[in-house]
């Protein structure tokens, strides 16, 4: 069972990036995701959530409003697409899998310049 997240980078202060993360080795319908994120010096904290029908979506407070997660079980891709980005949002973004224990991505890194 594999992770792998994809299209950080750097990005100006109110720009947009869309982040995925692919899934391989699993019946990736069959389960809940999640996006989560690690500042520097900071605790890896909850980003969002969806569950395995696409519905569901959570988001913590300091994202709703400018983040969206969506899956596409056909291409065993969820995504995290990211508007507004501010300095506050830089960190290394993991993707996760809500099994027992959750799988885990790599991460991928995104820099929000101000």
């Known amino acids: 069972v594999q992770l792998v997240e994809s299209g950080g980078g750097l990005v100006q202060a109110g720009g947009s990036l869309r982040l995925s993360c692919a899934a391989s080795?699993?019946?990736?319908?069959?389960?809940?995701m999640g996006w989560f994120r690690q500042a520097p010096g900071k605790e890896r904290e909850f980003v969002a959530a969806?569950?395995?029908?696409?519905?569901?979506?959570h988001y913590d407070e300091s994202v709703k409003g400018r983040f969206t997660v969506s899956r596409d079980d056909a291409k065993n891709t969820m995504y995290l697409q990211m508007n507004s980005l501010q300095s506050e949002d830089t960190a290394v973004y993991y993707c996760?899998?809500?099994?027992?224990?959750?799988?885990w991505g790599q991460g991928t890194l995104v820099t929000v310049s101000s």
């Open positions: 080795g699993i019946t990736f319908s069959d389960y809940p």
């Open positions: 969806i569950g395995w029908n696409g519905n569901n979506a």
């Open positions: 996760a899998m809500y099994r027992t224990p959750k799988i």
